[in-house]
């Protein structure tokens, strides 16, 4: 619930931030946090990082 309310935030701050300075590029900012998490949990799994990616990937199938 804690990371909800924290890329809300972020979300809302990038929003509000590119509105005032009319800056379209600070949309990313949501976008670039989010990639951000995903790597990190993935690199907390105690798999080597590219066993893991392909363990992700193969679950849909």
Known sequence: ???LIFF???TIGSVIT????????IFVV?????????VIKV???PLPFWETVQFIFNLRG
């Open 1 to 3: 619930m804690a990371w």
């Open 8 to 10: 809300a935030l972020i």
């Open 18 to 25: 590119a509105m005032r300075k009319r800056k379209p590029i």
């Open 30 to 38: 949501p976008f670039a946090a989010v990639f951000t998490f995903m």
């Open 43 to 45: 690199a907390l799994v």
